[in-house]
């Protein structure tokens, strides 16, 4: 089916069109238009045209006002203060734009793909091999899987990379301790899970920090052993792979807990550029952009400097030899841009690592990798903060683990699903459970503008009442219930009838949909699309609240008003699977 023309596009056409006819030089002008709490519309286009005309504002706003098209889409349009104009919508036009979206057996309600769609790289959930991932690795997860379903929704070719941490040092100390200490990673049992086999893992990573840490002589064996990894030792290799596979099954057992697909051949760790790092090095010192400071291999900004006043650089090769993240991570842009032939290369990554990430793109940017065509973008995500406003950690001052968070969300919210569960069984409850309770999670991060922190409060995410996901889910339930009521009444559109003002508020919110998805797609922004579904759901509320549904005055009303249930629940269920939520039909 074609894309449905929302509203605002239509009557942005009327008044564009008018516009132009009344002031010949304002051809192609933006007439300003928004939503208003003194219209359905007000265009604010008008003051500014008119002091560059010269003109009245008010005078001009008048002349334009006679020359807009009423009727099937604008009932009136007035001139208000100093020139604005104050538009209605025809009531027969909301119901009528809501029926074309419900007609839509996509299941897409007539939101239009983007009309130059290219190729994005999302580089998201980025664990670190051998080690547990906590309350830290939630936001990049949660907020990149939201992208890419906004991505792919609105037509862009995404390719997911998880950039995991696989290499480097680390790895040199846990296979020598591992070497050193043989049993620590019996696995005799053969019903070690993968969080249980993680927990074991990331003991043994522990206790060769320490090892490395305190023992000088560890630490030199430690080394040489990172040596032989990048040499191809095979049983180097061999050990370095087990810690690989253990850790993505563990991985992946965490991702299905938060409801999301993390598909193997996705994830391209450090360990995926390690054969291009010497050609990034070359390529680098050969054009001049990286030159040698002390046996480094660096790059210099005039910007950055130290607090001495001594510019700070970017090391790609150490004096040792050695690379640093700066290298894989100029190496993964020259591979997603000239073998994936990406666009834009999107970063979902914390927030303090914003200097690396701007002094990594301008070497790229000076080398002719990023261009204007090719633009790297990093979305820098904020902290998770407990209740006292302070970074998430246990009373032990430890870093939280992040399925204690999932698992505790769902217990918590499970409880809440048992209380006002009428019909369900116990199987059902748990289902239900799980879903609410990460979908609270996933919410109460996507609500908020990934730059900014976010307390983490389990009793007010899986509340009923407030900006929640629950309130959302507990909206689209309530939907489905009165839907199964209706018996053999079906949802229709009237657009004959009159709409009372809850009805036209819910009408012209639910048909400014597209605009929000499309709006949440182009600024990586899924913190908009989840303002809109709360919204959503609090003007559902409203209009549940004043306008009967099943007992309305007309056969043509019940059905009609059945019709914006159903459009509500479609509108409800989409969004939310954008943000990666699930919907109950009961709860």
């Not at 192609?28 to 265009?43: C, E, H, N, T």
């Not at 809850?502 to 949909?513: C, K, N, V």
Request: proline residues 3%; negative net charge.
């Amino acid at each position: 089916m074609a894309s449905v023309t929302s509203l605002s596009d239509n009557v942005q056409q009327h008044l564009a069109s008018a516009l132009s006819a009344t002031l010949p030089q304002a051809a192609g002008a933006d007439p300003l238009l928004r939503r208003s709490d003194r219209a359905d519309f007000q265009a604010n286009g008008i003051l500014a045209l008119a002091k560059k005309a010269k003109a009245n504002p008010r005078e001009l706003a008048a002349q334009v006002v006679s020359r807009v098209v009423t009727g099937d889409v604008i009932e009136d349009v007035e001139v208000s203060g100093p020139g604005f104009l104050n538009i209605t919508i025809a009531d027969k036009a909301i119901t009528g734009n809501l029926a074309a979206r419900y007609a839509d057996e996509t299941g897409r309600l007539g939101v239009p793909y983007a009309e130059r769609p290219g190729t994005t790289v999302i580089d998201y959930a980025q664990p670190n091999v051998a080690k547990e991932m906590h309350v830290g690795h939630l936001r990049s997860a949660v907020i990149g899987d939201s992208v890419v379903q906004l991505l792919e929704f609105t037509g862009e070719n995404v390719i997911r990379r998880h950039h995991i941490g696989d290499w480097g040092t680390q790895f040199g100390m846990l296979i020598q301790y591992l070497d050193e200490h043989p049993h620590e990673l019996d696995h005799k049992d053969a019903q070690v899970t993968g969080e249980e086999a993680m927990s074991n893992l990331d003991r043994l990573y522990k206790a060769a920090r320490k090892k490395f840490d305190s023992d000088e002589e560890f630490k030199t064996r430690a080394r040489r052993r990172v040596v032989d990894l990048q040499a191809g030792d095979p049983h180097t290799l061999a050990v370095w792979q087990k810690f690989v596979d253990e850790s993505k099954i563990y991985f992946f057992s965490v991702f299905e807990k938060l409801d999301m697909e993390i598909r193997d051949a996705d994830i391209v760790g450090e360990s995926g550029y390690n054969d291009m790092l010497a050609e990034t090095c070359r390529l680098l010192e050969e054009s001049g952009v990286a030159v040698r400071s002390e046996g480094a291999l660096c790059v210099f900004f005039d910007d950055v400097k130290g607090p001495d006043g001594n510019p700070v650089p970017l090391i790609v090769q150490k004096s040792d030899g050695g690379y640093g993240y700066a290298a894989t991570d100029l190496s993964a842009i020259r591979d997603r841009v000239f073998n994936l032939k990406a666009d834009t290369l999107l970063y979902v990554v914390d927030a303090r690592q914003a200097l690396h990430f701007r002094m990594v793109f301008e070497t790229a940017r000076r080398a002719g990798w990023l261009n204007d065509d090719v633009t790297a973008v990093q979305l820098a995500f904020g902290t998770v903060l407990g209740k006292d406003g302070k970074p998430f950690k246990t009373r032990e001052g430890e870093t939280v683990r992040l399925v204690d968070l999932l698992d505790e969300a769902i217990d918590r919210a499970s409880t809440v699903v048992r209380e006002k569960a009428q019909d369900l069984s116990e199987e059902e409850i748990a289902e239900r459970g799980a879903q609410v309770g990460i979908g609270a999670v996933k919410y109460a991060d996507l609500s908020t503008s990934a730059n900014r922190d976010y307390k983490f409060d389990l009793d007010q995410m899986v509340s009923l009442n407030g900006d929640t996901s629950v309130y959302l889910q507990y909206a689209y339930a309530r939907i489905q219930s009165i839907l199964r009521k209706a018996g053999e009444v079906s949802p229709a559109a009237h657009p004959e009838l009159a709409l009372a003002d809850a009805e036209r508020a819910l009408g012209l919110h639910l048909d400014s949909f597209a605009e929000t998805v499309r709006e949440a797609a182009t600024e990586y922004a899924p913190h908009k699309l989840a303002a809109y579904l709360y919204q959503l759901a609090s003007l559902y509320t409203s209009f549940y609240d004043k306008c009967p549904v099943l007992r309305a005055e007309t056969p043509a009303q019940v059905e009609n008003r059945l019709f914006l249930c159903d459009v509500t629940a479609r509108t409800l269920h989409r969004g939310m699977a954008l943000l990666g939520i699930r919907t109950p039909e009961k709860l």
